[in-house]
């Protein structure tokens, strides 16, 4: 979402997030040390159990004593976690996906250590009356093995391979939450002159957003989601492990992949940018809700060939409500020539100055607009579940929204491009 003070006055923008991982510049496959997967994930079900009974001592026991700040950090982490409600936590290792990805660089920082590994390590959870399904994160602990026992020294030794262990809200310290019928928002405790209070409308607008969502999408979905508010924008990139100018956005939709499952969208959160978000009048914050859940609502109808101008355009038409000022930043650009009548591309909804990236999130909903008022509301969720059921498959992202559009509306992608810039230019 832009930041209307600092790029421009403009409507609610949002990102969706996906956690995956780009198999990209690796170590060579691994296998890992002898006898270490089952003692390492014997070690991993202790360090589960004791999240999922809060023993802190259990906890800590399966850390590296010799890893101080880690150390420090981890008890941190435990006690900031023990106001969280699991339904369920589990920690595995999944050597399968990249191996054992230790370097001699990373076994030259644990000196004396008997062995070293860092496998992917995937943790699973559920937070209670909010998850239906498992979150699945990716983690890149550090084992190491010393007097014959292993145990977990680090998570960051991969960072600089851009391998990333999953930070959450609860890793920077105590949660302070609140809850309505259908939210639960998490931040941190607020001290301090910049820290951003929402106020006591916050949950109630949410509530009103989750119904105008349901007035614009039919299809299940949770309805029931976490609000996140980290405390910095710092702490905000790290959680999306992102390096986007976080400037241009006020909030994000985020979720995970659970693998498990072939590509099964999961662990459905609304992260706002404490840089950015400005709760500056009831509608505005209505709108920006209102975009959020509109992207978790289509989460488990989504797939991975729907392009970003569907997902936003379809979230910008719901945020917007029939609003009939909604596209007059569009409008005027048309008229004054500055529309070069083509479907935005992925890349351009996050970079660019906040101008260009508002007016690719303007052509995406002129696009949807387009569709349901000429197909109707219900064709465009019959187009966007058939799409979204494509798995893995060969064609690009285009080859399979025209397949998707011929059996939906009998119109191909390009015929569906040109007649929206027509009609466009003769609004």
């Keep these: 979402m832009i930041n209307r003070t600092t790029k421009m006055a403009a409507g609610a923008l949002a990102l969706i997030f996906v956690v995956t991982l780009a198999p990209t510049a690796l170590p060579a496959h691994a296998a890992p040390p002898a006898g270490a997967a089952a003692a390492i994930d014997e070690l991993l079900e202790r360090r589960a ?16 004593p010799a890893s101080e700040r880690f150390v420090e950090r ?51 959870y559920r937070i209670a009356g909010f998850d239906p399904e498992e979150a699945a994160e990716d983690l890149f602990y550090t084992f190491v093995k010393r007097d014959g026992e292993w145990s977990v020294a680090e998570d960051t030794d991969l960072d600089d391979l851009a391998l990333f262990s999953a930070r959450h809200l609860w890793d920077r310290g105590a949660l302070e939450p609140r809850r309505s019928d259908h939210f639960l928002q998490w931040q941190h405790p607020c001290s301090g002159e ?47 492990q992102t390096s986007i100018d976080l400037d241009n956005f006020v909030a994000f939709a985020y979720s995970t992949i659970d693998l498990a499952h072939g590509i099964d969208f999961t662990g459905h959160r609304i992260i706002l940018n404490p840089n950015a978000f400005e709760v500056q009048t009831r509608e505005r914050v209505l709108t920006i809700l209102t975009h959020e859940l509109a992207h978790i609502a289509t989460r488990d109808s989504s797939g991975v060939f729907i392009p970003t101008w569907i997902e936003e355009g379809f979230a910008e038409v719901t945020a917007y409500d029939r609003d009939p000022s909604a596209l007059a930043f569009f409008d005027a650009r048309v008229e004054a020539g500055e529309f070069d009548g083509r479907l935005p591309k992925d890349f351009e909804f996050t970079t660019g100055d906040g101008t260009e990236i508002y007016m690719s999130y303007q052509e995406a909903q002129s696009a949807i607009s387009y569709f349901i008022e000429r197909w109707g509301l219900d064709r465009f969720e019959t ?25 939906t509306i009998g119109v191909s992608l390009a015929n569906f491009a040109s007649a929206w810039a027509r009609a466009s230019a003769r609004d």
């Design 194 to 240: 910049n820290c951003l209070t929402l106020g006591a409308e916050f949950l109630p607008l949410a509530e009103s957003g989750l119904k105008r969502v349901d007035e614009y999408w039919h299809g299940p979905w949770t309805r029931r989601v976490i609000v996140l508010v980290p405390s910095s924008q710092g702490e905000l990139r790290r959680m999306l």
């Design 49 to 64: 159990e004791a999240v999922r009974i809060r023993d802190k001592d259990a906890f800590m026991a399966t850390i590296d």
């Design 74 to 124: 981890q008890g941190r982490l435990f006690d900031a976690m023990r106001s969280v409600d699991f339904a369920s936590y589990s920690l595995v290792t999944k050597w399968e996906r990249f191996g054992d990805l230790v370097r001699p660089s990373d076994k030259a920082r644990y000196p004396g250590a008997e062995d070293v590994a860092i496998p992917l390590t995937e943790e699973r």
């Design 383 to 407: 187009f966007y579940v058939r799409l979204g059921r494509v798995g893995i498959s060969p064609g690009t992202s285009s080859y399979h929204v025209d397949s998707a559009l011929r059996e």
